[in-house]
């Protein structure tokens, strides 16, 4: 008798450490509660939506990485694993693993134009490790722009995070409004630099002493990232 086909069929060829779209949708989403993101823009709720829309895509980064291949290296070129990764943008290509990932929140926010914009720079990345300038022609002749990866939601609020962590005092100068700021009180005691070359003669100037917007608050997880498509963090 046959073996209903479901146990017959051979299981996802994901390795262990890689992590379904909807697990990624899931941390995603949870990330941007955490920073007190509005969720309701990209309907990140709708998981059936999104994890056809995901496959999909990967769907057309095989495809695409296929016909650049055949187009430009003569099919010499041994296909990635293109997987989707939990950067807050842009995307990495792990030489070691011959692998691909590219932003799970940045492919939701800003679509289809920057989920390929990423795969043509990590597809370069195969060919040229560093960001040389043969990099940026082989990105531009496989049809890539080299412009840097899109601001997501979530860059924004892990930078906003970084920097009140970091720099958290905030002050405004009285006279342009200019807005500033410092890791200590200590700034409460300048001046805006600006101001006192323009209207003091470079001296300073109590006229232009900095005003705190608002007390720090104290924040117990730290995190910056870049916005640069590859990285593979080397
Ligand atoms: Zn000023
Ligand atoms: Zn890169």
């Known amino acids: 008798m046959q073996a209903p086909r479901k146990q017959v069929k051979k299981k996802s060829r994901r390795r262990v450490d890689e992590r379904s779209e909807i697990d990624l949708l899931h941390s995603y989403r949870s990330a941007l509660q955490k920073y007190g993101c509005d969720l309701t823009e990209h309907d990140v709720d709708n998981e059936f939506y999104w994890y056809f829309r995901l496959s999909e895509l ?3 980064a095989k495809k695409t990485f296929l016909e650049i291949n055949a187009r430009h290296f003569s099919g010499l070129l041994i296909e990635p694993r293109i997987i989707y990764c939990n ?9 070691a693993r011959h692998t691909i990932g590219i932003s799970l929140a ?3 926010e800003h679509g289809e134009p920057e989920f390929m914009e990423t795969l043509l720079h990590e597809i370069a990345h195969i060919v040229v490790q560093s960001h040389s300038p043969r990099f940026y022609t082989v990105l531009r002749n496989i049809g890539g722009s080299g412009k840097k990866a899109a601001l997501t939601t979530l860059l924004k609020a892990k930078r906003e995070r970084f920097l009140t962590e970091h720099y958290p005092v905030q002050v405004r100068c009285p006279n342009c409004k200019h807005e500033y700021r410092y890791r200590t009180r200590r700034a409460l005691r300048y ?5 006192c070359e323009k209207f003091a003669k470079g001296k300073f100037d109590p006229r232009f002493k900095f005003v705190e917007i608002k007390p720090s608050l104290p ?14 963090q080397s």
């Open 58 to 60: 990967l769907a057309l």
């Open 191 to 195: 001046a805006c630099r600006p101001c």
């Open 219 to 232: 924040m117990e997880e730290s995190g910056s990232e870049d916005s640069s498509r590859s990285g593979n």
């Open 106 to 108: 940045m492919t939701v």
């Open 87 to 95: 950067r807050a943008t842009g995307g990495y290509y792990n030489k």
